[in-house]
Structures are given as structure tokens and as C-alpha cells.
Nanobody
């Protein structure tokens, strides 16, 4: 069974930065072949996809974060990252990673809380 462990969240002021990490582990797991994404869920809202990175390292972003967030991956460590700059209060949410694209979603991890104060 694959496990996803997110980390790096915290409390940051408006305009600040954070770097999130998500480590994947488990057996019978072809990390390299998968597309990966970062998702977030704010209180009262549905979970939304904010960034994806393909196995070829092509990245896409939601309009709300484009130009401020950068997704990357380290296949040797089975880890995907999200560099978040120029943070805004509306970025406050629990952030999760998971597969993206046509690959079925894995069991969700516990997520990491990001809180941006104004």
C-alpha cells in the first residue's frame, strides 16, 4: 500500500514563502511513471487541484497560483515539492499531494496546513 506524507506547512505572513514536500512510499509502486499533483482544500470548499507535473516534468498551474507557485519532483526520492511564493490569505488551506491525470488516485495523506495571515 502506498503512503503519502506531506510536510512543510505552517503560518506565514502575507507575501511570504513556504516549500511543501510530499514523500511517497510503498511496494509495487512505479513513482517515476506517474503524473503528480498538489491539491488544496479550504474550510467549506471542495478540494481543488493547484499544480501538476507530468513524468516528463511538464508543469501546469491553476490560474489562481500561476506565477507564484512552482511544482517540482525528485524521482530518486519519490518526492514532489511545491514552492509557494507571494502567499495570500486566500491560499490558506490544507495541502495534499496525489497522482494526477488519468492515473487513479491513491489513498490521501493527512495533508499539511498552510495559513497565511493578512
Amino acid at each position: 500500500q502506498v503512503q503519502l506524507v506531506e510536510s512543510g506547512g505552517g503560518l506565514v505572513q502575507f507575501g511570504g514563502s513556504l516549500r511543501l514536500s510530499c514523500a511517497a512510499s510503498g511496494s509495487i509502486f512505479n513513482y517515476v511513471a506517474m503524473d503528480w499533483g498538489w491539491y488544496r482544500q479550504a474550510p467549506g470548499n471542495r478540494r481543488e487541484l493547484v499544480a501538476t507535473i507530468t513524468r516528463g516534468r511538464s508543469a501546469t498551474y491553476a490560474t489562481s497560483v500561476r506565477g507564484r507557485f512552482t511544482i517540482s519532483r525528485d524521482n530518486a526520492k519519490n518526492t514532489v515539492y511545491l514552492q509557494m511564493n507571494s502567499l495570500k490569505p486566500e491560499d490558506t488551506a490544507v495541502y495534499y499531494c496525489n497522482t494526477a491525470g488519468s492515473t487513479g488516485r491513491l489513498n490521501w495523506g493527512q495533508g499539511t496546513q498552510v495559513t497565511v495571515s493578512s
